[in-house]
């Protein structure tokens, strides 16, 4: 008990401490002169168009914009399904950039992806072309001394990070726990917008981070994600969203952090930029080539670009939080659900946390007491594909009310399900480790698997935060890609994951493509992840009533929902079946029940999911 008050009061203390710890205006002032002093000014091009290269997609888009009026705006629209195409596209338009290019993003890491995709907007920046890249600071470029030389790396390059812990780069546990504890709503805010904008005319956006799993270059764990690259008009809505984020008092330049400033103050002078070490250089150059690869860009995107008409970009205010009453903070939001509530024959989703905000139950619970409810389609993850193993369990304990009272149709991904698989073999490609990453035994080192939904980059954090041990070996695929088609009339493609945390606390963005063609294009997409080769069923479980009464006084508990025996389970097509919903007559007979966490295997990991359903209820919220 002591030792507790001990720690309690040491936390008090770190609290006001921490709490007052803003920079001094002094010392900004010193740090900015060191800054503006050891600025790197050369220039690698002396051309009006800053040695752009040509593209196709940036070419597309002033084609577009060209051609557009208020009246009729005209728009390029090219859906990124493909990981190693999403990569490409970025770094085409970035080397195609002549003016400026703005990025926002979730997670910035420093492997692989991380490094391509920020030497190649320094080399931008060194052409002339004006960089601006605005990352939330919980999980992005966590090193201070990366961001002491990224201070002064050109005058066309600037980084702010938002919403700092305390105003630092990195976070503590210590500095983590005081958030919590001091400002919880404040602290819990985050910035989960993801945008790369080239020269106000074309847009990335959607699901993917600067990280390896995003792009399928992690050799244990990567992302079934998917973004949209919108040329025209909308490109005029993005740049104004950046701007405001860019401009509000939660972006913070780099000298105003306590970690950065007390480096640049303490430091020796500029330190040259550091050659990029990439873990498999053969795939990086791959890419880079592909980059400027006309053939190749014909194939994989242009051939795949929809020309087409109205294309809305929405996007949540930095002010959500602050303001949660005002309309215009949760704009995205709002649009989101208005979209949902006006479906009337069918609705595809794809969502990584089943968890849904009251008002989006809400809206479903309506739609499915319609005389004609609209078919509800959603693929999320399983047990053994998520890396947020507690939020998965807030979605298990609450699967009868989304089969009933929603009418969900729910297929949860397969770890090593073949559809993502066989789409991404070209980005996985050369991941085998160097020789120098290679370990004493001759095994191949492995890096600690964080997630998206973990609270620090600490190692024991990313230990705690690893998908749930498997069964087999092998490469996982979890499910990460947030979009929606309504009635094969209008898609959605975003960061919106249709949950509590995504409607109150972190602010989100994305494309609504007013586009039959684009729709369909989409509703495939997510169709072919609850195929039987990529997903699992959940359905009702055969079991008797008794049992079935005691689940549900069981899961009506908001503790102490302890039942083994839920109301549905997952199952798999036996073979020679032929697919079928599991409102077909038939369904039980052509499908076998494979347990409520097929693939995992027995470990801390599955008692927590069961512990967390029984009694993490009132934390549907935050998770």
Wanted: proline letters at 5%; aromatic letters at 8%; hydrophobic letters at 40%.
């Amino acid at each position: 008990m002591i030792q507790r008050g001990i720690a309690l009061s040491t936390l008090l203390v770190a609290i006001l401490i921490l709490s007052g710890c803003s920079v001094s205006p002094t010392r900004i002032h010193r740090a900015e002169d060191i800054v503006a002093a050891d600025m790197q000014h050369q220039r690698d091009c002396d051309r009006a168009d800053h040695c752009a290269i040509d593209s196709p997609l940036l070419d597309a888009a002033h084609a577009a914009l060209a051609s557009s009026t208020d009246a009729e705006p005209v728009h390029v629209v090219t859906l990124l399904n493909d990981s190693e195409a999403a990569m490409v596209a970025r770094l085409n338009l970035i080397r195609a950039a002549t003016q400026s290019i703005d990025v926002q993003t979730y997670i910035w890491d420093q492997d692989d992806a991380g490094q391509l995709v920020l030497n190649e907007l320094l080399k931008a920046a060194r052409r002339g072309v004006k960089v601006r890249i605005l990352a939330d600071q919980l999980f992005s470029f966590g090193d201070p001394a990366l961001l002491d030389r990224l201070a002064s790396a050109h005058e066309n390059l600037e980084v702010r990070l938002y919403n700092p812990t305390f105003q630092e780069a990195q976070t503590s546990v210590a500095e983590f726990t005081a958030g919590i504890v001091c400002c919880f709503r404040k602290f819990n805010q985050r910035m989960h917008n993801k945008l790369l904008l080239v020269d106000n005319a074309i847009g990335i956006t959607g699901g993917r981070n600067y990280q390896d799993r995003y792009f399928d270059w992690d050799a244990d764990f990567d992302y079934v994600d998917r973004d949209v690259m919108v040329g025209g008009p909308a490109a005029r809505a993005m740049a104004a969203s950046f701007e405001t984020f860019w401009t509000h008092k939660r972006s913070t330049p780099l000298t105003h952090l306590r970690d950065v400033n007390r480096r640049i103050l303490d430091g020796d002078g500029a330190q040259p930029w550091p050659t990029p070490h990439y873990a498999h250089p053969q795939r990086v150059a791959r890419v880079m080539e592909e980059a400027e690869d006309g053939e190749w860009l014909d194939d994989a995107l242009v051939s795949e670009t929809l020309r087409t008409g109205r294309v809305d970009y929405f996007s949540d205010l930095p002010a959500k939080t602050e303001q949660p009453q005002q309309h215009d903070a949760r704009e995205f939001t709002a649009h989101v659900m208005r979209l949902l509530g006006g479906a009337q024959r069918e609705v595809v989703m794809q969502t990584p946390y089943l968890v849904l905000s009251q008002r989006a139950q809400d809206i479903f619970a309506k739609l499915h007491q319609r005389e004609t409810p609209p078919r509800i389609v959603v693929s999320t993850n399983s047990l053994a594909s998520t890396d947020a193993f507690a939020v998965y369990a807030i979605s298990y304990k609450h699967r009868k009310r989304y089969l009933k009272d929603y009418g969900f149709e729910i297929y949860e991904m397969k770890p090593r399900a073949a559809g993502p698989a066989e789409d991404n073999a070209e980005a996985s490609e050369d991941d085998a480790p160097p020789p120098a990453e290679q370990g004493a035994q001759g095994q191949a080192a492995r890096r600690r698997i964080g997630t998206e939904r973990g609270l620090l980059g600490s190692h024991s954090q990313a230990r705690r935060n690893r998908p749930a041990p498997l069964t087999g070996e092998g490469r996982r695929f979890g499910l990460h890609a947030k979009s929606i088609v309504v009635d094969d009339d209008f898609a959605m493609v975003g960061s919106h994951n249709f949950d509590p945390r995504s409607d109150h606390y972190n602010t989100e963005a994305g494309v609504i493509v007013y586009d039959a063609r684009f729709a369909n294009e989409l509703r495939d997409s997510i169709l072919r992840d609850t195929q039987p080769e990529n997903a699992w069923v959940v359905a009702r479980r055969q079991q008797s009533s008794l049992s079935l009464a005691i689940g549900d006084i069981s899961a009506s508990l908001p503790i102490f929902d302890l039942w083994p025996y839920r109301y549905a389970t997952s199952y798999e097509l036996k073979a020679g079946c032929t697919p079928m919903r599991p409102s077909d007559p038939a369904f039980f007979s052509c499908y076998t029940p494979v347990g409520d966490f097929p693939d995992v295997a027995t470990s801390p990991k599955l008692i927590y999911t069961r512990l967390i359903t029984a009694f993490g209820s009132s934390a549907m919220g935050v998770l």
